[in-house]
């Protein structure tokens, strides 16, 4: 059985930083990503990142998150920087043999989520 393990949440000032991790258990992966959802708001794309290094963002992040990929430990890592408290939201890994894709639709796989939590 496939499985996405996430971790690194939790809460942090604005400002601040964390590192979110997902370990996959399938070494086959193409695309691995991140996607967000906040209370009373739908899922959104985050960042994602292709087994040959291909990175796509959001506009909402970029500049300030960074995707990046260990294929020999079938991890990826989302880096935060400079939060805010629009960035509280429970974080999602997905991942698809396809290329990456910003639609949640079209990945077949998906961690249990950890929460994130930036105070003002």
């Known amino acids: 059985q496939v499985q996405l393990v996430e971790s690194g949440g939790g809460s942090v000032q604005a400002g601040g930083s964390l590192r979110l991790s997902c370990a996959a258990s399938r070494r086959t992966f193409n695309a691995m990503g991140w996607f967000r959802q906040a209370p009373g708001k739908e899922r959104e794309f985050v960042a994602a990142?292709?087994?040959?290094?291909?990175?796509y963002y959001a506009d909402s992040v970029k500049g300030r998150f960074t995707i990046s990929r260990d294929n020999a430990k079938d991890t990826v890592y989302l880096q935060m920087n400079s939060l805010t408290p629009e960035d509280t939201a429970v974080y999602y890994c997905?991942?698809?043999?396809?290329?990456?894709?910003?639609?949640?639709?079209?990945?077949?796989?998906w961690g249990q989520g950890t929460q994130v939590t930036v105070s003002s």
């Open positions: 997905a991942a698809r043999y396809g290329p990456p894709q910003v639609t949640e639709a079209f990945y077949d796989y």
């Open positions: 990142i292709s087994r040959n290094g291909g990175i």
